[in-house]
């Protein structure tokens, strides 16, 4: 196996062996990189100079403390090349958002994740490719290219962290950061056979991450298995400073309780999930999923969360309403996108986001406005926090008794591309299991559970406010009973696609 299609834990026990340098698994991620990205497109920039110094740098350090006898302090991300989605911003890397808006933006500051993952040694290979201000569920929404699943070209990798999925699974990247509002890291890692968590909100800082829907936000992990993902959370989690709603909570050692033994969870199925719109193919795999949980130990109950149907709604309403205030900073004057001939404060903010804004981002604007205005607050937005509660409610007395949740992570396996531009409330409609878990605060692992034609299927777990050790034990738990057959795209596909 090539050292770019292995896993942070398994490179991280070479580097500290010293039978593998960064330097040689970074030039391993940009020779695969030279192979397919021109087919795969996960990338909007890569930071090679960059990333080969960091790669030095950490290879100084592994030397180092290797002589010293004291690795145990080093990170096991130190000297691992990961890719960060371009919505979090990069000092000297610009940071787009896949936005004509951003398109020339470079940040002056890192945010606290991309800090964090610095200062314990990652090597940062680039920004992946999004749909545009992290509006989608396929990464067509990106300004500047489509983005191609790594098992099938001609599909798409979900989105809108649809990059950094492509990027783990062609083996661009060892590991990414993605963002995820109403399914953005969840969706893409079942589209590309990974594992991808949303962490509870307020885990992990946002400082420096471009807001879409600030009360949903939240950034997440993308890994090759739930070992790396567990990795990647402790690295980014904790309370920051500079993002006042990062909360306080400790951090615990989520790859220790990976190593606790006891099995006896309680999880529960909700009803309302597995109704008719499901493809029948997924709906056997999460029933397999279930049924090998229950082999494992695990004691499976079902469950009901009332208000579900409502959550496409609210969501909808609740993110595109405070997107539409988010995105009012991008005005043509302070940064961003100006447009040439326009004259006068007025005719500077209309056609500079006439023109830099895409479509969906101006159709997001637009029904969030609306949403807010004054005639419609309260049939609309107001009624839209109140629903809020009462899916909180639901979940909350759901997970009173379990401890998880489990279900699809998507109704379908990755579609193929263009397929469903011209219906933007059909690919809405795709979110129907992911935005509880935003609209609720929960943590929520999606995790392979299986293929189908060929393709990758996930299995949402959701679980506890500030408990995503548990979740961690479980998806490791299904990830040993059914998520080994999943883990990486042939490599011959990724070849054959480049001459389509
Ligand atoms: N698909 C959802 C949307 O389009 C989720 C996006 C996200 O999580 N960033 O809003």
Redesign the pocket.
């Known amino acids: 196996m090539k050292l770019c299609d292995m896993t942070i834990h398994e490179l991280a026990a070479l580097l500290r062996a010293g039978e593998v340098t960064s330097t040689e698994i970074t030039e391993s991620v940009f020779d695969r990189i030279d192979q397919v990205e021109e087919s795969v497109g996960a990338y909007v920039t890569t930071a090679r100079d960059q990333a080969f110094e960091q790669a030095a740098a950490a290879d100084k350090r592994l030397l180092q403390a290797r002589k010293r006898g004291s690795l145990s302090d080093i990170s096991p991300l130190m000297g691992i090349p990961l890719a960060l989605k371009d919505n979090i911003c990069t000092r000297g890397i610009r940071t787009t958002c896949a936005s004509k808006m951003l398109a020339d933006f470079v940040p002056p500051y890192d945010a606290t994740v991309a800090r964090r993952l610095g200062d314990l040694g990652a090597v940062i290979v680039g920004k992946t490719n999004m749909?545009e201000f992290?509006?989608?569920?396929s990464t067509e929404n990106s300004a500047f290219h489509v983005t191609r699943n790594p098992w099938d070209f001609e599909r798409v990798p979900g989105?809108?962290s649809g990059g950094s999925a492509a990027a783990v699974a062609a083996g661009e990247a060892i590991g990414a950061l993605g963002?995820?509002?109403?399914?953005?890291v969840r969706q893409p890692a079942s589209f590309c056979g990974l594992v991808g968590l949303k962490p509870t909100y307020a885990r992990v800082s946002r400082y420096g991450v471009v807001a879409?829907s600030s009360s949903l936000d939240q950034v997440g992990p993308i890994t090759r298995d739930v070992w790396d993902c567990a990795i990647m959370l402790r690295a980014i989690a904790g309370r920051d400073e500079r993002d006042a709603t990062s909360s306080p909570e400790p951090v615990p050692d989520y790859c220790g309780s990976l190593k606790e033994t006891d099995r006896d969870f309680t999880i529960g199925v909700p009803s309302e999930f597995m109704h008719s719109g499901l493809d029948s193919g997924i709906r056997e795999l999460i029933d397999n999923a279930v049924r090998a949980l229950e082999d494992a130990g695990a004691r499976i109950v079902e469950v009901s969360l009332p208000h579900s149907d409502y959550a496409i709604a609210v969501y909808y309403l609740i993110?595109t309403a405070e997107a539409s205030s988010n995105l009012a900073r991008m005005d043509g004057i302070r940064y961003g996108f100006r447009a040439e001939d326009a004259h006068g404060v007025q005719a500077v903010i209309r056609q500079s986001r006439s023109e830099g804004f895409g479509p969906e981002v101006k159709r997001r604007i637009m029904l969030g406005t609306h949403a807010l205005s004054s005639k419609h607050y309260d049939e609309y937005y107001l009624k839209a926090l109140k629903a809020r509660t009462l899916i909180l409610g639901d979940v909350k007395e759901v997970l009173e008794k379990c401890d998880c949740i489990i279900s699809p992570t998507s109704p379908t396996v990755a579609f193929r591309i263009g397929e469903k531009l011209d219906d933007p409330v059909a690919l809405y409609l795709m979110?129907v299991y992911t935005t509880i878990a935003n609209l609720s605060g929960m943590p929520a692992v999606s995790v392979p559970c299986g293929t189908l034609k060929g393709l990758p299927v996930g299995a949402q777990l959701i679980g506890r406010a500030f408990d995503e050790g548990t979740l961690f034990r479980i998806a490791h738990l299904l990830e040993q009973a059914c998520g080994e057959s999943v883990k990486r795209p042939p490599l011959e596909a990724m070849k054959g696609g480049r001459d389509r």
């Open positions: 749909d992290a509006m989608g569920s989105g809108s963002t995820d509002t109403g399914g953005s879409f993110a979110d």
